[in-house]
């Protein structure tokens, strides 16, 4: 049954996400009058107030309609031939499409326990997401270009007002573990985070449409995009582009020469999201890196009693402080990715030798809950304010928020609900004491519906 409750948090028992047999489809009565200015100071300072009541009445209209899930292949063939008509129809397409799939994760936040949903940072996500909703919900539907340009500068006010959610999510959860089973802060985090993934795919495409579509070399001309798929992503390319950017990344901040990575396989040329791909690569190789040198480090310790290299000593405070770039005693062994593209497939190994994970740790690489990491994350988290204003991109915003010798403990998760989102995988096996081999399944045929669950 419909959740009728004035209150907003309920218990995650209460399963009110039941789609009633009578799904109210036909658009929101304009029930609210109130400006998202107003809109957010109501919901800062009385978040009982009776008003969720009526906004709990228009988001069930919502939450009760399914998400109208797209495949790849259907961002390549829409944005081929594009025209005005066309642009305006998928404006619409994805302002109703995004306020729906908004309403089902605010819905999530209302079903966490009491504690977890007025925990401060998930709060603010939990504030964001209203926000955003009701910025969406009282948008008028698209008849010109004109309200299209309108729209896209809406969307990407919000796509830069959310890149906290993914800090503020991993903070509130860090405080909030002990309330919640590891299963179901699982949960929470992948439907949250894949969602979210496909919520700003939805909106980049949009957005970046509807600034090139009438430029002959950008749909399907040289450089291959049409929005932000990319038609032809070389799997070489971007191994190389992580390799390059993760062995910088060893010399800035353990001050160590990094091992080699070597691409082995068949080099394939396929469709894809190009920043998904990387996302994962570079997660990936930044972890094989980093193990390496502490294998070698074991390596030179025992064979010379004398530990000439110290990447986790070398952490956070003391990045800058040495710039002389060490090398080992004994080359590290060096990281080998093969790629491998089946007619369905393409898959990825990255192999190393650094050391494996410890078996203690295995069992949770793939967990959003990590009890012991709260220090590294409040480092993260003293800079939090002044963020939103010095980034422009997502990247540059990451960068900041997450300094990548911070380990924020996200990173393999997140990879994997990256890889899910299109239908692949990303599976790791470790031998301790020996080293990793992390597989990664890219779908080809962009014929797989996105992954909302
Ligand atoms: C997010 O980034 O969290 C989103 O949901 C994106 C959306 C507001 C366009």
Redesign the pocket.
């Known amino acids: 049954t419909p959740n009728m409750e004035p209150i907003q948090f309920t218990s995650l028992s209460h399963n009110v996400r039941t789609i009633s047999p009578n799904s109210i489809i036909s658009p929101p009565p304009q029930l609210s009058l109130q400006s998202p200015k107003s809109f957010k100071s109501t919901l800062q300072h009385s978040a009982y107030s009776s008003q969720h009541f009526y906004q709990n009445r228009i988001l069930d209209q919502y939450v009760f309609q399914p998400a109208n899930q797209i495949t790849l292949r259907q961002l390549i063939f829409f944005g081929r031939n594009l025209t005005e008509e066309r642009i305006i129809k998928s404006g619409n397409y994805v302002r109703t499409e995004?306020t729906i799939?908004?309403a089902h994760?605010i819905r999530d936040f209302q079903n966490l326990p009491f504690v977890v949903g007025t925990n401060p940072h998930i709060a603010k996500v939990y504030d964001?997401?209203w926000i955003?909703f009701e910025t969406?919900r009282k948008f008028p539907p698209i008849k010109t270009m004109e309200d299209n340009d309108e729209f896209c500068k809406t969307?990407k006010s919000?796509?830069k007002?959310?890149?906290v959610?993914i800090p503020q999510l991993a903070m509130g959860i860090i405080e909030c573990g002990e309330y919640m089973s590891e299963e179901q802060v699982n949960r929470f985090m992948n439907v949250m985070l894949r969602t979210?993934i496909s919520?700003?795919v939805?909106?980049e495409q949009q957005i970046t449409l509807t600034e090139n579509w009438n430029d002959p070399n950008y749909c399907y001309g040289s450089d291959g995009y049409i929005g932000v798929v990319s038609t032809q992503c070389n799997a070489k390319e971007i191994i190389d582009k992580c390799a390059k950017m993760t062995s910088n990344l060893c010399r800035t901040t353990y001050n160590v020469e990094p091992p080699n990575v070597i691409i082995d396989g068949v080099d394939t040329t396929f469709s894809y999201i190009p920043d998904h791909i990387e996302y994962i690569i570079y997660e990936l190789l930044k972890n094989s890196i980093r193990e390496s040198p502490n294998s070698s480090q074991k390596f030179v310790t025992s064979e010379t009693s004398q530990t000439s290299i110290t990447p986790e000593s070398s952490e956070s405070s003391k990045i800058s402080k040495t710039s002389e770039i060490r090398k080992p005693k004994k080359p590290f062994p060096p990281i080998i990715v093969t790629i491998c593209p089946g007619p369905i497939d393409i898959y990825f190994r990255i192999s190393d030798q650094g050391g494996g994970i410890p078996d203690k740790i295995y069992p949770h690489i793939w967990s959003f809950l990590h009890k012991n990491s709260d220090k590294k994350i409040d480092h993260i988290f003293t800079n939090f304010s002044k963020v939103p204003q010095m980034a422009a991109t997502v990247q540059e915003y990451e960068q900041f928020i997450i300094p990548p010798n911070l380990n924020l403990g996200i990173g393999l998760p997140m990879s994997k609900v990256y890889a899910e989102y299109l239908g692949g995988d990303l599976t790791i096996f470790s031998m301790d004491g020996y080293g990793t081999d992390s597989y990664l399944k890219i779908t080809k045929l962009g014929n797989i519906k996105e992954n909302l669950v």
């Open positions: 995004l799939r908004i994760r964001l997401y955003a969406l969307l919000l796509l007002k959310h890149l959610v979210r919520r700003r939805l909106a």
